[in-house]
């Protein structure tokens, strides 16, 4: 004789039909296909790739909720121990250091991590990187030759950018740039940059509309992630015709690559098939679709290559930073006081 019941049923009920079960019954639960729930504020379209062939590959279901870094890292927090998220996926690091920093995830596998290079995850295993983007000056180039272009991102500070760039700094892109100039300059010199910032720059909401300005001819340079630019050039290439991108270089905070990451909550029901996510996201299986696809992001597993369009992560000269240590509380004060929020 067989009973099955659903794992709604509490355990006093539970315990109440075991102790009421005559000998010789067993007693199993009814399969359901939970799935994993991913909080997702990576990019839609390459949050769908990755739910889908990872389904297709392990048979587990994902379901992914829609929502940016902030807004999720915030709601876990607030949600608690009762929060219905699995797994927690980022574009940028702070978000990730935000629901760190409230002991709510749990830690990585082992052999995950094993799978990730330590400069591109945070030193204490709470969370891993799943892939990266580059900081960039994508700026027109029927304007600026290579010589007149900024050398490191601290210059754009200078009375001599009067009018000429932008930034979308409500977004947690930029905000991330800035906390990587945070860690690596200190307060005193990220608050008197942005200070210079909010005389010189001109606010655009969203990344792709500071791009979109650029190559109209609005502002001569735009600080952004590199995956905007090939984005638009593998369509239509409509709104970069003009552009060409500057990667800074000398370890400048400017040169910065941001690491988008992949946690498992503590709170999690089903922290296998989590783990087994996490797992199969920084190995062959994600990394390939950051290489196949067309999110131009940059694979960071061991040994895996980029998408061939990008120059390779390992020619560029990004500065060091553990990303646990990128603080988005102060940045967003500091970019307050400086009048940018
Ligand atoms: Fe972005």
Excluded: C
């Excluded at 299986?285 to 390992?314: C, H, K, M, V, W």
């Amino acid at each position: 004789m067989k009973i099955s019941f659903q794992r709604s049923t509490g355990a006093f009920a539970l315990a109440a039909l075991l102790a009421s079960a005559p000998i010789g019954v067993s007693v199993v639960f009814a399969q359901e296909d939970i799935g994993i729930v991913v909080y997702n504020a990576q990019h839609e379209s390459l949050g769908v790739a990755w739910a889908e062939a990872f389904t297709k590959e392990t048979g587990i279901k994902v379901t992914l909720r829609k929502g940016s870094d902030m807004e999720f890292a915030n709601q876990i927090v607030q949600e608690g121990a009762a929060s219905p998220a699995d797994v927690f996926l980022t574009e940028n690091s702070p978000a990730m250091s935000l629901v760190d920093g409230a002991g709510l995830f749990e830690p990585v596998a082992a052999d995950t991590l094993a799978q990730v290079p330590e400069n591109f995850r945070p030193s204490n295993g709470h969370w891993i990187g799943v892939a990266a983007r580059s900081t960039v000056f994508a700026y027109d180039k029927t304007k600026l030759t290579e010589d007149k272009l900024p050398k490191s991102l601290l210059d754009l500070a200078d009375p001599s950018w009067k009018g000429r760039w932008a930034a979308s700094p409500a977004g947690a892109d930029f905000q991330a740039i800035v906390s990587a100039l945070l860690s690596l300059k200190g307060e005193e010199a990220t608050a008197s940059w942005l200070k210079s910032m909010k005389e010189n720059f001109t606010a655009y909401k969203g990344n792709s509309t500071a791009m979109k300005a650029v190559n109209a001819g609005e502002v001569e340079g735009a600080v952004i992630y590199n995956y905007y630019y090939y984005g638009d050039q593998a369509k239509t290439g409509e709104n970069s015709k003009n552009i060409a991108l500057h990667f800074f270089k000398n370890e400048d905070p400017g040169a910065f690559v941001s690491i988008s990451g992949g946690g498992v909550l503590a709170s999690s029901q089903h922290k296998e098939n989590a783990q087994k996510f996490l797992a199969w996201l920084t190995g062959k299986g994600g990394q390939s679709i950051l290489r196949d696809g067309t999110s131009f992001e940059y694979a960071i597993g061991n040994g895996e290559a980029s998408n061939a369009a990008l120059p390779p992560l390992s020619d560029l000269q990004y500065p060091k930073v553990d990303p646990a240590t990128l603080n988005s509380a102060k940045v967003t004060d500091l970019m307050t006081a400086a009048g940018l929020l």
